[in-house]
């Protein structure tokens, strides 16, 4: 079983930056590939980010050179650094942890999820 937290999320202006981090259980940590995900009201869950155990990472075209995924395997923590925010970024944030086979960009390929994070972006 894991456990995934979330943490970081708020209210900030357009043009700022956020800091959300995923705190995980399990002792392989190390091993798992970590995804974030959003969802914004009224639509659907969709791929944001995924750091693979290699540190290998991957971005949606929507927040590609603004995000920033990284890991911390010492604190068993996945962060997303989100810099020059826009009011189209606002959705809760979700993390996952990767299955181990299946595109990383499908929701359906993660077996376990935080409880989600609100990231507010103001206009």
């Known amino acids: 079983q894991v456990q995934l937290v979330e943490s970081g999320g708020?209210?900030?202006q357009a043009g700022?930056?956020?800091r959300l981090s995923?705190?995980?259980?399990?002792?392989?940590?190390s091993s798992y590939a970590m995804g974030w995900f959003r969802q914004a009201p009224g639509k659907a869950r969709e791929?944001?980010?995924?750091?693979?155990?290699?540190?290998?990472?991957?971005?949606?075209?929507s927040v590609k050179g603004r995000f920033t995924i990284s890991?911390?395997?010492?604190k068993n923590t996945v962060y997303l650094q989100m810099n020059?925010?826009?009011?189209?970024d606002t959705a809760v944030y979700y993390c996952?942890?990767?299955?181990?086979?299946?595109?990383?960009?499908?929701?359906?390929?993660?077996d376990y999820w935080g409880q989600g994070t609100q990231v507010t972006v103001s206009s």
Do not use: M, Q
């Open 84 to 88: 020059s925010l826009l009011p189209e």
């Open 10 to 12: 708020g209210l900030v």
């Open 71 to 74: 890991r911390d395997n010492a």
């Open 96 to 110: 996952a942890k990767h299955s181990a086979s299946g595109s990383y960009y499908s929701l359906t390929t993660y």
């Open 47 to 61: 791929f944001v980010s995924y750091i693979r155990w290699t540190g290998s990472t991957y971005y949606a075209d």
């Open 16 to 18: 700022g930056s956020l």
């Open 22 to 29: 995923c705190a995980a259980s399990g002792r392989t940590f």
